[in-house]
C-alpha cells in the first residue's frame, strides 16, 4: 500500500510543481509575445493579461505522467498503470492543447467585435474547433481505450461494442472539449470547476474505480491547483482556449480509459446545461455581465438566461466577480454530491 501511494503521490507532486514553474515562465512569455486576453471586469478599462495558460498545464500535466513512467522503465517500481493507455493519454492531450493555443494565437492588433462584445482576441471559426479537437479522440480510438460495456444511470449495463471506441469516444472528446470551454469569462471559474471535477474523479477512482483512473486523476488534479495559484480573483493570467481544451480533452479520457462514464456524465453536467443555454441563442452568448458602479455585475441579457454566469448575476444579492465563480463552484459541487449519492445507491 505504501508502495502504491508513492507511484501516485510523486508524478502528482512533479506535475503541480513543474505547472507552478510553468504558469510563471509562461505569464512573462506570453506578455511579451503578445498573446494576451482582455480583463474586462476590472473597472472601466480592461486590462490586459497573457494568455494561453493551456501550455503550462500541458507540460505539468505530460511531465507527472512521464515520470510514472519512467519509473516503471527504470525498474524503480513495477508498473501498474498500461503505459500504452498512459501515452495514448498525453497525445491525446497534447494535441487537443494545440489547437486551443492555435485558437489563442489569433489575436488582432485592433480591438474586433466578437460575440456581442469588443475584443482583441478573435480566435478560430465557430465550425474549426469542433474538427480540429476530434484529432484528440484518435489515439484513444488508435488503442481502443476503454470498456465497451457502460452503466448508465437508472438503466443499467448497456454493451455498446464496436460504436464505442468509433463512435462515442470522438464523440465524446470533441463534445467536452468544446463544452468545457463555454463556461469562462470570471476569475478562477473554469480553473476552479475543473480542478473541482478531477478531485471528484480522484476520490471516486480511490473508492471504487481503477488505479490508472487514480494516477491520472491525481496528475490532473495537482496539475489544475498549480494553475488556480495563478487564476483565482484577481487573476494574474487567463486561462485561454488552450487551457480549456486541455481540461475538457483531459477529464474525459480520465472518464474513459478508468471506467467512469456515469459518474462523469454527473460531474460534467454544469458544462452539459451551459451547452445547451447557449445553444438557445446559437452560441452567440457572452458570459460576462455589466460592470456597476459599485463592482458587482448586471446580467447582459436582464432576465434572459444563456449561462450559469447569467443564473448568477441574477440570484446574487451582490454578484461580484468572485461571487459569480463561486456560484458556479457551488454547481459543480452540487451534482459532485448528486454523482456520489447515485452511486453510493448503486444507481450509477
Known amino acids: 500500500m505504501y508502495h502504491t501511494y508513492i507511484t501516485l503521490l510523486v508524478p502528482a507532486l512533479l506535475a503541480f510543481i513543474i505547472t507552478v514553474i510553468a504558469t510563471r515562465f509562461i505569464i512573462g512569455y506570453m506578455l511579451e509575445s503578445g498573446i494576451t486576453g482582455m480583463d474586462h471586469n476590472k473597472g472601466k478599462r480592461a486590462i490586459t493579461l497573457p494568455s494561453s495558460g493551456g501550455i503550462a498545464t500541458a507540460v505539468g500535466f505530460t511531465i507527472g505522467v512521464l515520470a510514472y513512467a519512467f519509473g516503471g522503465s527504470f525498474h524503480l517500481y513495477v508498473p501498474v498503470a498500461s503505459l500504452r493507455y498512459l501515452f495514448a493519454t498525453v497525445i491525446a492531450v497534447l494535441l487537443v492543447t494545440i489547437v486551443g493555443f492555435l485558437d489563442d494565437l489569433n489575436v488582432s492588433r485592433k480591438m474586433v467585435r466578437t460575440t456581442d462584445m469588443m475584443d482583441t482576441h478573435k480566435g478560430l471559426k465557430q465550425w474549426q474547433k469542433p474538427l480540429l479537437t476530434l484529432m484528440g479522440a484518435l489515439p484513444l480510438m488508435a488503442i481502443n481505450a476503454g470498456v465497451s460495456i457502460v452503466r448508465l444511470p437508472f438503466v443499467g449495463n448497456v454493451n455498446f461494442g464496436i460504436f464505442y471506441p468509433l463512435i462515442i469516444v470522438p464523440l465524446a472528446v470533441i463534445f467536452t472539449a468544446n463544452a468545457f470551454n463555454l463556461l469562462g ?46 487564476n483565482l480573483y484577481p487573476a494574474k493570467i487567463i486561462p485561454g482556449d488552450s487551457y480549456t481544451y486541455f481540461v475538457g480533452v483531459a477529464l474525459v479520457t480520465d472518464m474513459i480509459i478508468g471506467n467512469m462514464e456515469s459518474f462523469g456524465v454527473i460531474i460534467f453536467m454544469p458544462w452539459i446545461i451551459e451547452f445547451f443555454l447557449h445553444l438557445r441563442r446559437k452560441f452567440k452568448v457572452k458570459d460576462l455581465g455589466i460592470m456597476q458602479k459599485d463592482g458587482t455585475f448586471k446580467a447582459p441579457y436582464g432576465k434572459k438566461i444563456y449561462s450559469l454566469t447569467h443564473i448568477a448575476m441574477n440570484v446574487l444579492k451582490k454578484p461580484y466577480e468572485w461571487k459569480v465563480s463561486m456560484f458556479a463552484w457551488g454547481v459543480e459541487i452540487g451534482f459532485i454530491v448528486i454523482a456520489f449519492a447515485l452511486k453510493l445507491l448503486n444507481l450509477l
Do not use: C, E, Q
Request: proline share 0%; hydrophobic share 60%.
Open 185 to 230: 469569462g470570471f476569475d478562477g471559474i473554469a480553473s476552479g470547476t475543473g480542478a473541482l471535477a478531477s478531485l471528484a474523479m480522484l476520490i471516486y477512482s480511490l473508492v471504487f474505480g481503477t488505479y490508472i483512473g487514480t494516477l491520472v486523476s491525481s496528475i490532473l488534479f495537482a496539475t489544475l491547483l498549480g494553475f488556480l495559484i495563478f
